[in-house]
Nanobody, 117 residues
């Protein structure tokens, strides 16, 4: 079964930077749109950023525009989320996902990011 494994989450201070990684086990994922979502305590999971299979068009949630950057390295079958100027409200479990059809249907187990004020 295809897997996505996130890493890089940890406790940081407000204003710090952090890079999350998501490694995929299935090589077919290199031609799939990938995304990052997050879920804060007591809240629903929300979209953060996505990157087209070609590495072209990227979308971002308004709350992270200008601070977060999504990228991919297909040689490593890995997608990244560079997070700068972190805020306490960025605290959440971050998940990567792959869209194999019309929806994001392959999910990782998540990595915890905690931003202290």
């Amino acid at each position: 079964q295809a897997q996505l494994i996130e890493s890089g989450g940890r406790l940081v201070q407000a204003g710090d930077s952090l890079r999350l990684s998501c490694a995929a086990s299935d090589r077919t994922f290199t031609i799939r749109t990938k995304a990052w979502f997050r879920q804060a305590p007591g809240k629903e999971r929300e979209f953060v950023a996505s990157i087209d299979w070609s590495g072209g068009p990227r979308d971002y949630a308004d709350s992270v525009k200008g601070r977060f950057t999504i990228s991919r390295d297909d040689a490593k079958n890995t997608v990244y989320l560079q997070m700068n100027s972190l805020k306490p409200e960025d605290t959440a479990v971050y998940y990567c996902a792959v869209r194999t059809g019309t929806e994001f249907d392959i999910w990782g187990q998540g990595t915890q990011v905690t931003v202290s004020s």
